[in-house]
């Protein structure tokens, strides 16, 4: 008997949604892209046009009220992200949604007892903890390669002198807009997979533009977990002049690895190639890790490269899996791990405020 199918309907037809999901939604064996909502389309960008098998249509009502769709794939700007992760829910959907998932951590606890007392899954697109460069810091930390971590150091630098137009640099904190939930969902994210909830949060926003904006444009977060825990530094700046950018730096007890440049597949997705494709995920040589370890009680450096890459298209594979019957447990990212990651964000913006460390 031929395995079921599942109709995913998209709404938005953005950046995200061209390069993130719809890609990822065609190489989903289980998967069918069937429609995609786009409010107004034009010569140039035109969802009919670029997939003619699919009913386009122009609100997201007619998306939920479509018998036909299981599963909905939000991609449109964070502050949207309640209102229609709710709806799809109570049309019966399945929801896969952009990070950041909601604003705050009490809307994604309404989300997600919703998600509950309907018997509908939610997955939160948080792509990059298939990073190959994160799974390669994953499996060292997992097989004790370099100890007890000590200090974990994360970074997504970049120089980027004018502040964005898009929604990253258009939305208020309080609609989830800015680094904190652009690029700082990620790394902490990373940090939550790897460590659990902190007990610890100590934030510094700041404005390295110096262009006068109310809202910060770089974030320095520290995490603590205890005396015996690593001590945990996300940093998103924009003004870093740097040929390669630092990616990690992890130091434990018996050795420490580093890496500069950043994952390849988002470039690689943005040039039209797709999970599957010969080269999808791999990285130059030269941009390989090092790892330093204790040989003879001296420290001994060597080129780490990258594990083979699972790539993005596990997160959608994933939950495939979660829908056609192994349940929530096996959700690839959770929605209550989304709100965890919200909690620390939440509790970064009031240490920024208030200037002073926050007990989670």
């Known amino acids: 008997m031929a395995a079921k199918t599942y109709n995913v309907g998209v709404i938005g037809y953005g950046l995200s949604a061209k390069v993130f999901h719809i890609p990822l939604i065609q190489v989903t064996t289980a998967f069918t892209l069937h ?12 969802a009919a046009k670029d997939h003619p098998s699919a009913i386009i249509y122009h609100s997201a009502d007619a ?5 036909a769709v299981d599963i909905i794939a939000i991609t449109t700007t964070p502050d949207t992200h309640f209102a229609f992760t709710k709806a799809a829910l109570e ?6 949604v952009e990070k950041p998932f909601v604003p705050t951590s009490a809307e994604a606890s309404t989300l997600i007892a919703l998600s509950k007392s309907t018997g509908n899954l939610i997955c939160v697109y948080q792509n990059r903890r298939w990073d190959s ?21 994360t970074h997504f630098d970049r120089y980027r002198p004018e502040r964005p ?10 609609q989830a807009g800015g680094v904190v939930y652009d690029l700082g969902t990620h790394l902490l994210d990373q940090a939550y997979v790897l460590f659990g909830l902190p007990q610890t949060v100590t934030a510094v926003f700041a404005n390295q533009r110096g262009d006068g904006a109310d809202e910060p444009d770089s974030i320095t977060v520290i995490l603590g977990y205890g005396a015996a825990g690593p001590s945990v530094v996300a940093k998103a700046g924009v003004m870093a002049v740097e040929t390669e950018q630092l990616r990690y730096w992890v130091r434990g007890t018996v050795g420490s690895y580093r890496k500069l440049n950043l994952d390849v597949q988002e470039d690689q997705l943005k040039a ?16 390989a890790g090092v790892l330093t370890v204790l ?8 080129v780490c490269r990258n594990v083979e890459p699972e790539t993005y298209a596990a997160l959608y594979a ?10 929530e447990d096996a959700v690839p990212v959770k929605a209550s791990e989304a709100r965890d990651v919200l909690r620390i964000i939440e509790a970064a913006k009031e240490s920024a405020k208030l200037g002073k460390t926050i007990d989670l």
């Open 91 to 96: 049309a019966g959907k399945h929801v896969i």
């Open 272 to 287: 039209g190639m797709k999970p599957g494709d010969r080269g999808f995920g791999v990285e130059k040589d030269q941009a």
């Open 63 to 67: 998306l939920f009220a479509d018998t």
């Open 318 to 327: 994933g939950f495939a899996k979660a829908i056609a019957g192994d349940g």
């Open 35 to 46: 429609s995609i909502v786009q409010r107004t389309p034009k010569p140039s960008d035109d």
């Open 133 to 153: 460069d994160f799974l390669t810091v994953r499996k060292l930390i997992n097989e004790g390669a370099l100890g007890r971590v000590i200090e974990f150091n």
């Open 165 to 174: 137009t898009t929604w990253k640099g258009k939305l208020t904190m309080a």
């Open 295 to 302: 040989k003879e009680e001296k420290p001994e450096k060597s």
